[in-house]
T-cell receptor, first 113, second 109 residues
Framework: ETGVTQTPRHLVMGMTNKKSLKCEQH?????MYWYKQSAKKPLELMFV???????ENNSVPSRFSPECPNSSHLFLHLHTLQPEDSALYLC????????????FGPGTRLTVT | GIQVEQSPPDLILQEGANSTLRCNFS?????LQWFHQNPWGQLINLFY?????KQNGRLSATTVATERYSLLYISSSQTTDSGVYFC???????????WGAGTKLIIKP
């Protein structure tokens, strides 16, 4: 595998379900990011991790819970989501958190029913 | 906060045409990237260009940091160039990428 991978690519879940999104980067980077892309809106930064420590949490509801067990893996745990949380969730990585090029995974398209 | 404006919002061209996409930003930046988002949602890095000029095949980009704008040139367009082109910038010492609304490009055969 090369670059940034995300699983699953598509996810449909009910509002009472618990699911997790997984991201893995094979680039040797130290920073990882979660973004949300809703229809007709700019990308929104959700979380930033640098060397497995969270450095940014952009007022994201607690029903989204990130986890970064090491610099190559990033998870987004989901529980009791709302229909408005349906979106494309993108993971990215970069060599460092400031001034470095970000590389994106293919995204997980989430539908909350 | 920093504002990022892209123009035009939509662009429809015939295959073989050339195009120029513009990104204006309101503050000094230490990171500027151009991305192409394909119809499946994948964001593909085109250029990391906080200043200067770069070329990659039919694509080139120029950022004039002192005048706070960047241009993306696409020459001899192909149908596979269709998609949304995003400009994203990072302010000095702030690691958040601020995204423009994108330019939706449609190349007709």
């Amino acid at each position: 595998e090369t670059g940034v991978t995300q699983t699953p690519r598509h996810l449909v879940m009910g509002m009472t379900n618990k699911k997790s999104l997984k991201c893995e980067q094979h680039l040797g980077h130290n920073a990882m990011y979660w973004y949300k892309q809703s229809a007709k809106k700019p990308l929104e930064l959700m979380f930033v991790y640098s060397l497995e420590e969270r450095v940014e949490n952009n007022s994201v509801p607690s029903r989204f819970s990130p986890e970064c067990p090491n610099s190559s893996h990033l998870f987004l745990h989901l529980h009791t989501l709302q229909p408005e949380d349906s979106a494309l969730y993108l993971c990215a990585s970069s060599q460092g958190v400031s001034g470095y090029e970000q590389y994106f995974g293919p995204g997980t398209r989430l539908t909350v029913t | 906060g920093i504002q990022v404006e892209q123009s035009p919002p939509d662009l429809i061209l015939q295959e073989g045409a050339n195009s120029t996409l513009r990104c204006n930003f309101s503050d000094s930046v230490n990171n500027l990237q151009w991305f192409h988002q394909n119809p499946w949602g994948q964001l593909i890095n085109l250029f990391y260009i906080p200043s200067g000029t770069k070329q990659n095949g039919r694509l080139s980009a120029t950022t004039v940091a002192t005048e706070r704008y960047s241009l993306l040139y696409i020459s001899s367009s192909q149908t596979t160039d269709s998609g949304v082109y995003f400009c994203a910038v990072e302010m000095d010492s702030n690691y958040q990428l601020i995204w423009g609304a994108g330019t939706k490009l449609i190349i007709k055969p």
